[in-house]
């Protein structure tokens, strides 16, 4: 079993930053794929980020250039840094994991089997 408790989510203005944090428990996850997706008020959860175990990233369209993910293998710990934060990121945050590494299929959410409980992003205009 993996534990994922993400935090570092808040209140931020627009064009301002956050860096969101998911620790790991329970096992190693060096080894594993990693996301963020997030679900916004009255919206199905979406993908926001993926970093294999080989450090290969992905973005969705609209985080690239703007997002950052990022592992510590070392702390166990999968990090998201948000820079220029828009309105439209107002969301909860959730960081999950991939332990069969579905590289082709990193965007789906049923590719993860452990999820975080999340932690809520607010960004005033």
């Known amino acids: 079993q ?27 996850v060096s080894n594993y794929g990693m996301a963020w997706f997030r679900q916004g008020p ?3 959860r979406e993908f926001v980020s993926a970093i294999t175990w080989s450090r290969t990233t992905y973005y969705a369209d609209s985080m690239k250039g703007r997002f950052t993910i990022s592992r510590d293998n070392a ?7 948000m820079n220029s934060l828009k309105p ?15 590289a082709n299929s990193y965007f789906a959410t049923s590719s993860y089997e452990y ?10 205009s």
């Open 115 to 124: 999820w975080g409980q999340g932690t809520q992003v607010i960004v005033s």
């Open 2 to 28: 993996v534990q994922l408790v993400e935090s570092g989510g808040g209140l931020a203005q627009a064009g301002g930053s956050l860096r969101l944090s998911c620790a790991a428990s329970g096992r190693p």
């Open 42 to 44: 009255g919206k199905e």
């Open 88 to 102: 439209e990121d107002t969301a909860v945050y959730y960081c999950a994991l991939d332990q069969y590494n579905r």
């Open 75 to 81: 702390k166990n710990t999968l990090y998201l840094q």
